[in-house]
């Protein structure tokens, strides 16, 4: 199992979208090197308006790319970095994943999922809609998160667009991604 990243992305000011890079730095414990929401307790500023002593869960945000496509064959164009996460990957279920996987970003980077992002309405004022697209009932009764995981910095390390990915499941029983 596993894919290759195709887009690495931050931003050191608060803004929906973060620009692409050549190259991140992903810091054990903290997240992405000079982005915003790196840090050991929480960034967002909804979250820190209520607490900000949370531990920060929400260090490392990865989309994978295939919603991008999704989304355009609804009438969306969405490209690498503009829903705000710092990795886009191809060829990965990351909501698929158990809470607690690692994936091994390149040669040096690790990652731990925590779990799901829950969009904003700020989604929306990006591009009218979009919430609707990303968020909406499941084949069952609950709700469906589509907008990417997010994850904690176990190793740190240098990542890349062209970088592959593999993933260690943790032991079972395996634990669904709730919003983080």
């Not at 490392?60 to 496509?69: G, K, M, R, T, Y």
């Amino acid at each position: 199992m596993g894919g290759k990243i195709t887009a690495v992305s931050s931003n050191g000011t608060y803004s929906f979208t973060k620009p692409n890079r050549e190259s991140v730095r992903l810091l054990a414990g903290l997240g992405v090197e000079g982005d915003v929401h790196a840090g050991v307790t929480v960034k967002h500023r909804f979250r820190m308006e209520r607490d900000p002593s949370v531990i920060n869960l929400r260090q490392v945000h990865l989309i994978h790319e295939e919603l991008f496509d999704e989304l355009r064959d609804a009438g969306f164009a969405v490209a690498a970095g503009e829903l705000g996460e710092n990795v886009t990957t191809r060829g990965i279920d990351l909501l698929g994943l158990p809470t607690g996987a690692l994936l091994r970003l390149g040669d040096e980077a690790v990652v731990e999922i925590t779990g799901l992002r829950n969009p904003c309405a700020q989604i929306d004022g990006f591009r009218k809609g979009l919430l609707k697209q990303v968020v909406g009932r499941g084949t069952g009764t609950g709700v469906t998160h589509k907008s990417g995981v997010m994850s904690v910095v176990r190793e740190g390390g240098v990542v890349r667009p062209g970088d592959p990915i593999a993933i260690e499941l943790p032991d079972g029983p395996h634990q669904p991604l709730r919003i983080v």
